[in-house]
């Protein structure tokens, strides 16, 4: 860990805006900074106060490279918590280029991945996990893995953990000292006390430990299988959803973006959609490669969607027996997967119709039914509401601490095992020295999360996934 | 032009990224910050100095949405002559959409493309020409480019203008005033003195014309047509020349670009290179299409490379008849087309078989030769001497002032003629009020190019290229 240099990176993502943020860290930042800039407002950038703007221009000897905007920040009251400089400048690929290449020639050094953020963290302004949160904070994408990361980041999670590891640290004192007069047997630590914390500890770590499942599958997006024949309108319904989420989109130039038709944001969760070939045609080949995809695709998903079209029950293409046969497939294998028959394009239904339909998908045993039409939207806010309901998210909704990173799951869980350990060990009345270990062994794996303990390599496999620049 | 309601744009490139800058102006632009912006370290933004820098919270109700870093310019302090704010967020595209979204509850309004610009315009910070150049200089992708526009924002051209403008001003209305007295006959304008302001006005502004064929070439990079037949080694030589460019880019992670392979920067000036299907095998079929093409592409062109392999010529495909046939249909065509014989993986030859080679390209008439190995480098840097050698750069080299926009050109070409109807109107002594007209049509467009005359529908089309938050 190197934290002598200064390291220069681009802040904003690549590519042509009206802006581009570059930020420069480390001692050498104000004098390398002092060296190209010229304003008309300040001569000399070390006297600068910190938390100020100066206008003015980044010059290459001769060669004026752009009209900027300088921000100063001085140690220790910056991001890093070293000298930070940031430029805004006008936000051409090549002048963003330029400005770093001359600033790498004026002794400042490219930013690893993450750099920023690791020296924030060597420098006391975050602990690791509130560090780590940052890289999810940049990389979520709705409400609930926002939320997961802002409380994360703003140390909901470690100060728990940190106040449980105090307690702890403190009764582990207590117990060493004890070793320390063992021949006269005292006991300083109240045991019926000790045992207490070791119950509530408990508790929070399960809590946390069993807030993983449902913390990763919402970090990851909430896996949705929908089977169906091609053509029945599964692409409908993707859009029906998409729509309404453009409607917001668009109305922001500049942040729209490319959209990725099987991943969509429902009421601020993730859903994953993956398509798969439906399972009739297969009826008698149970050796056939296509039912087995569709079955694999089934076991990864938290729900199943069924989409037929209102047409394959008017060309009697589809009725009770042959529903109640494909549903009995999957509920035969996944039975606790909650499974929904969807009938699309019943628009071109006759009331009569309708009601014959709705007759027939009340009778089929195992799973529930929406009829719905992408053209009049009936139905597509009920689909919505079916899938939220079907996530269990009310550690979400309740605020509550939800860990989705495996690093953190990881030193829970074997956390877990030495409080339970230490609970075992009270129980048995082992001795002091033995207890302490286990104690011992509980606070690093507590230390683990925050960063109060942590090695080069641990910390080099964090920040490698960062992006550069932040 | 609405100026009274308070604009928000994203100012950085789309996309996830460290952080992302959202930027504010209006009247309302601090008190709407206020009233999502939570800091230990200022209770009121109004109360907040010019170009400072805030840490602190954006709050919607009781949800804390992102850490921000909010930078203060008070009016007139600031790029578009309003207050601004600009709120420097964590680079998630949620945070994005979920802070703007927030700003236009707030009771911000989107802005339109360029509309920062404009407004910075509107409020005198900018003359016309130079607001032009900023969406110039963002999408400058290269040295040439980027000088242009950078000399453009710093007012070269429209302060010649200016200047030129004034004093034709002056003369102006002498002329003017000698109408009122014209029963006395007299002449408060020097004839002699103005003849001579006519010339110089007339010498710059031809200079001025005649730099935007230069400047249309550089802004829309220099054309070369490629030709040859496939697998002779056309994409080598432009990975040849993007390697070099690579070595340079890489080192800057986060600003590198996908390669567009057709476009290249050598020695900063941008070239397009344009493929063509070769013209060999058309030796007798005149009216083929493919032939058409290629000769389409090559009028289009400033330069021709026609790349052979050196193993066409080891197995005797290419000889010095074929060449000279080759050369001389294009040379018949285009007479003043410089045309260079590449010939490629020389790596590959004998010493005996490069000696007959290269007495055999002497002999070809009309062209010019290179050797080149992509392996060994050879030749890479003479292409690239011959490419700009090639392009008359000379205006770019002396710092001149270079046309690039159509819009200038247009007015310029309307001016220069105006000012030689003046003039001969003066060489045929036409009467003062005739002369009053041509001077006062001749301000005028000298007028549209710094923006002193406008109208709404010219700065509508200006600003709608430029980029929103810009």
């Known amino acids: 860990m190197v934290l002598s240099d200064t390291i220069v990176a681009l802040a904003t993502p690549s590519g042509a805006g009206a802006i581009a943020v570059i930020r420069i860290s480390g001692k050498e930042a104000i004098t390398i900074a002092n060296s190209i800039f010229k304003s008309v407002h300040a001569k000399d950038l ?10 003015g221009h980044i010059t290459d000897s001769a060669r004026t490279l752009d009209e900027v905007l300088l921000s100063v920040f001085k140690d220790p009251h910056s991001y890093t918590g070293e000298d930070v400089i940031e430029i805004s400048c006008h936000g051409s690929p090549y002048i963003q280029q330029q ?16 750099e920023f953020t690791l020296r924030a963290f060597l420098h006391g302004k975050l602990d690791l996990s509130q560090a780590e949160a940052v890289a999810d904070l940049i990389s979520s994408e709705n409400e609930a893995t926002h939320q997961i990361a802002m409380q994360q ?8 953990i940190k106040m449980l590891r105090e307690e702890l640290l403190n009764f582990a004192s207590l117990i060493e000292l004890e070793l320390d007069f063992f021949e006269e047997d005292v006991e300083f630590a109240d045991r019926a006390k000790f045992k207490e914390l070791l119950n509530r500890i408990q508790e929070v770590l399960k809590r946390l430990v069993d807030s993983f499942a449902v913390g990763n599958v919402i970090k990851n997006g909430i896996p949705v299988a929908i089977v169906g024949e091609p053509n029945v309108g599964k692409s409908t319904l993707l859009n029906a959803f998409l729509n309404e989420e453009r409607a917001i989109v668009s109305e922001i130039a500049g942040t729209t973006r490319d959209a990725i038709e099987d991943e969509l944001n429902i009421g601020g969760i993730g859903f994953r959609f993956i398509d798969t070939a439906g399972i009739r045609d297969t009826e008698d080949v149970v050796e056939n490669i296509g039912i087995k995809k569709t079955f694999e695709k089934i076991s990864q998903a938290q729900v199943v969607l069924f989409i037929h079209s ?46 014959n339909l709705k007759n027939m998908l009340t009778n089929v045993e195992g799973s529930a039914f929406q009829l719905i039409s992408a053209k009049t939207g009936e139905g597509v806010e009920a689909v919505k509401n079916l899938l939220l309901n079907f996530v269990n998210t009310g550690a979400l909704r309740n605020n509550e601490t939800i860990v989705t990173n495996t690093r953190h799951y990881d030193a829970l869980l074997k956390a877990l095992e030495e409080v339970q350990k230490v609970q075992s060990g009270l129980d048995n009345s082992i001795s002091g020295d033995l207890l302490a270990i286990d104690i011992r062994q509980a606070l690093y794996h507590f230390g683990e999360i925050t960063g109060e303990i ?3 390599d641990l910390l080099g496999n964090i920040f490698a996934n960062f992006c550069i620049g932040k």
């Open 46 to 55: 070390t006297k600068q106060k910190s938390h100020t703007i100066l206008l």
């Open 99 to 114: 400005i770093i290449q001359l600033l790498l020639r004026k002794g400042c050094r490219m930013a690893d991945a993450g």
């Open 153 to 160: 980041m703003r140390g909901g999670f470690s100060n728990e």
């Open 310 to 355: 209102a047409e394959e029950f008017r060309m009697a293409e589809v009725n009770l027996k042959s529903l109640q046969l494909e549903v009995g497939k999957i509920a035969s294998k996944y039975p606790d997967k909650p499974l929904v028959i969807l009938v699309n394009k019943t628009d071109i239904l006759s009331p009569k119709e309708r009601t």
């Open 454 to 456: 942590s090695s080069d």
